[in-house]
């Protein structure tokens, strides 16, 4: 069955470090990978998407994800993180129905920290 | 540019009460999705909807219903409601199905049931 895996439960960056997030997957086809992002009491927030060519994914808020099929990866990361990343981060595979639909199995969210 | 509605925002109901949680979805967007966030935990998919049809169902209780009307919004009816269905709640909207869609999601509906 699919799943997905964030292997953190919580980070705590500095500000103006970089950020890694985590996120594995298992599902049998190709898959169709999101990382949304989740502030307190609010709702998901996409950040960006891959479902197809290059493996290396801009998303908004200066975030960018690679897609790695051999380590069946599809990690998240920003270059120098703002007291504003602080949130929940979720990671989701699209999984398509025999109905032609597709629903969404996210992992069980990383949430990110952030220290001055 | 629009986003998916949720109505009502909040929401306190008691035991084997109702509710009704109403979804709005983007302006053109025909397929609707449901999840249900407990505490702490990740969006489970409860139910999808394309052109008014049912097109996958999750972890639905039976005692919960759904449906997506003419006008594309969709309405989760929610009877016997029991304390662990106290959650987050929120509706996606997208355009047409399949992998390719990218799901927008509402600011959820928070459900206390006491």
């Known amino acids: 069955a699919q799943s997905v895996t964030q292997p953190d439960i919580h980070i705590t960056v500095s500000e103006g470090a970089s950020l890694e997030l985590r996120c594995n997957y298992s599902y049998g086809a190709t898959p169709y990978l999101f990382w949304y992002v989740q502030s307190p009491g609010q709702g998901l927030q996409l950040l960006l998407k891959?479902?197809?060519?290059?493996?290396l994914v801009q998303g908004i808020k200066g975030f960018e994800a690679e897609f790695k099929r051999s380590q069946s990866s599809f990690n998240l990361r920003k270059p120098s993180v703002h007291w504003s990343d602080a949130a929940e981060y979720f990671c989701?595979?699209?999984?398509?129905?025999?109905?032609?639909?597709?629903?969404?199995?996210f992992g069980t969210g990383t949430r990110l920290t952030i220290i001055p | 540019a629009a986003g998916v509605i949720q109505s009502p925002r909040h929401l306190i109901k008691e035991k084997r009460e109702t509710a009704t949680l109403k979804c709005y979805p983007i302006?053109?967007?025909?397929?609707v999705y449901w999840y249900q966030q407990g505490p702490g935990q990740d969006p489970q998919f409860l139910i999808s909807f394309y052109e008014k049809m049912q097109s996958d169902k999750g972890s639905i209780p039976d005692r919960f219903s759904a449906q997506q009307f003419s006008d594309y919004h969709s309405e989760l009816n929610m009877s016997s409601l029991e304390l662990g269905d106290s959650a987050l709640y929120f509706c996606a909207s997208s355009l047409g199905r399949g992998n390719q869609e990218t799901q927008y999601f509402g600011p959820g509906t928070r459900l206390l049931v006491l």
């Open positions: 891959y479902f197809s060519g290059d493996t």
């Open positions: 989701a595979v699209g999984i398509l129905s025999n109905f032609g639909n597709e629903k969404l199995t």
């Open positions: 302006p053109r967007h025909d397929t």
